[in-house]
């Protein structure tokens, strides 16, 4: 304490005191800055800032951050989809590129820990693929009769990236003309949910878990929440489904979702970081279309001086009475292409210049489209179905939006195909159509026997000669395989092609023909040499081509 301390001190005691408890007051806001501005407490993390001061988001489980906004956020992704081209097309892109016409079967079980010879494999790759389309090529597998089972994929996947998650149940149901009991019965997302709407420690949004956190069963009610014939039902109901059998361990809901978050048991819509943006933005778009419909009408206003002579301009005025003989409205002002207009005495009609169409809506629209693009892994030249890029620009766009696709279709393979395959196949064995001696003594031969491979629609070339080269190359220097790349361009199997083109050129070679744009035109030579004769050499492409080599060799 310095003099003037003491001095204070001695003549105001009171003064003094607050002087003091002021310092130290300033010491300690000093050491919080100190504390507050060390590491993300200067950035991310900081109070201070007048940019972050506003900014306090509440940390909360996967459980509570989700569930009570899930309604909200199915009921707005389901409308934009409906109304939205954007999301609309998102949705479809999505579902065209990693489902397409279905995900097909390979079987590929392991023939060398099942001891398997060759003739053992082929007959059992036939038995496979006769009984697994006669159940999933046909309306039976689904238990409303509506779809095949490459329809259920579509409807599947659709529905969980509407709603966030969509459940498939396994029952087997008997059914007259249906070899199978096994069918597909997809319930969608709002069924599934607390018994009479009170969730619990152990039962979250209609899922169930026990006490290492496992999902043990799901609850669905008799009817979807938001039915308008809810009256015709009686009282809602809820069963509960246990996710696997207890005795059996077969599969009783498949559940398909995308988790972001540990202990997370229902999924969000994929739009659902960008609803506002997308509703914005169909706001933004849908008045910068009226502003320039309304721009694009020609409307005659014809304003009258004289109310005693409505019919001045010799043009018949509209009527002023409705169907009741009231007088009509003078504020009923209607714009249409080429319309007569009339004003009451004294009215005039002004507009403000809207100058549409907006030449800043192209661009900004676009830079909104490519930030949802980003969110949603779609390159924006997919998003809007818009290549007017370079080959390498549109190429790279593609190969960009293919690693979301393969991701997702493996993630389908392995959340409904694989199971759904599996409990198939069971049954199939059960009931005698395929031989599968020992598939239940070990959980690894039953591994064995069930293991596949699906196949979806291929990426598409851009430039088939260039991709076709590449693909070759990568044969020759033993980086892919021919099944492989087959599958990659065209989404076929390289085997059956094998055995298709054998077929083909047998089929050939017994009526004395023979492939190649050469050899055919050789063969087509004697029924065009009178025309041939009657034509300039330099008229025939080929032969201009021919005769140029030779100018350029010489």
């Not at 002002?333 to 800043?360: C, H, M, S, Y």
């Amino acid at each position: 304490m310095n003099r003037l301390e003491r001095i204070i001190n001695y003549v105001a005691p009171g003064v003094a005191k607050k002087r003091a408890a002021a310092r130290t007051e300033t010491i300690r806001q000093e050491k919080i800055a100190v504390i507050l501005n060390q590491g993300y407490g200067s950035h991310g993390a900081s109070r201070t800032k007048k940019s972050m001061t506003l900014w306090n988001p509440d940390i909360g489980d996967a459980d509570s951050d989700i569930h009570d906004y899930l309604e909200e956020l199915r009921a707005r992704s389901r409308d934009l989809a409906v109304g939205g081209a954007i999301v609309a097309g998102a949705h479809k892109t999505m579902r065209t590129n990693v489902v397409g016409t279905g995900l097909r079967l390979k079987p590929a079980f392991d023939k060398d820990f099942l001891n398997l010879n060759a003739e053992q494999s082929a007959t059992l790759k036939s038995q496979i693929d006769r009984e697994w389309s006669l159940w999933a090529d046909s309306k039976n597998c689904d238990a409303a009769g509506l779809n095949d089972f490459y329809g259920l994929q579509q409807l599947a996947f659709l529905s969980q990236l509407q709603s966030g998650d969509v459940f498939g149940l396994l029952p087997m149901i008997k059914r007259p003309f249906s070899i199978y009991d096994l069918k597909v019965n997809l319930i969608e997302a709002d069924r599934c949910s607390s018994p009479n709407l009170s969730d619990t420690d152990r039962i979250q949004s209609g899922v169930e878990v026990d006490e290492t956190g496992m999902i043990v069963a799901y609850h669905f009610s008799s009817r979807h929440p938001g039915s308008g014939k809810s009256y015709l039902g009686g009282a809602q109901k809820w069963t509960r489904v246990l996710s696997r059998g207890e005795g059996t361990g077969r599969y009783n809901v498949l559940h398909l979702m995308e988790s972001e978050r540990p202990g997370q048991r229902r999924g969000v819509p994929v739009i659902a970081p960008v609803i506002e943006a997308l509703k914005q933005l169909d706001r933004y778009t849908e008045a910068e279309l009226t502003a320039a419909a309304i721009q694009a009408m020609f409307t005659v206003f014809i304003e009258t001086e004289n109310a005693d002579d409505p019919n001045a301009f010799g043009l018949k005025p509209p009527d002023t009475d409705n169907l009741d003989g009231d007088e009509l409205p003078s504020n009923d002002i209607k714009l249409g292409a080429g319309a007569v207009q009339f004003l009451e005495p004294g009215e005039k009609a002004n507009f403000a210049d809207p100058t549409r169409p907006n030449p800043n809506f192209d661009p900004f629209v676009t830079a909104i489209l490519r930030q949802i693009g980003s969110a949603l892994e779609i390159p924006y030249e997919m998003l809007v179905k818009h290549f007017t890029s370079s080959y390498t620009a549109s190429r790279a766009a593609m190969l960009e939006a293919w690693k979301m696709f393969r991701m997702r279709r493996t993630w389908l393979a392995k959340s409904f195909c694989q199971p759904v395959y599996e409990e198939w196949f069971v049954e199939a064995v059960t009931k005698g159509r395929i031989d599968a001696p020992g598939i239940f003594d070990d959980p690894a031969i039953f591994r064995a026997y069930t293991k596949a491979a699906w196949h979806g629609p291929s990426q598409g070339m851009l430039d088939p000669v260039k991709e076709v080269n590449a693909a070759i190359s990568r044969i020759e220097y033993n980086f892919s395989t021919a099944e492989g790349e087959t599958a990659e361009l065209t989404g076929g199997e390289w085997e059956s092609n094998v055995q298709q083109r054998a077929h083909e050129l047998a089929t050939l070679k017994r009526y004395g023909l023979s492939e190649g744009a050469a050899k055919a035109a050789a063969t087509a030579a004697p029924a065009s040499s009178n025309v041939g004769d009657e034509e300039d050499d330099n008229d025939d492409p080929e032969g201009g081509e021919k005769e140029n080599a030779q100018e350029d060799q010489s």
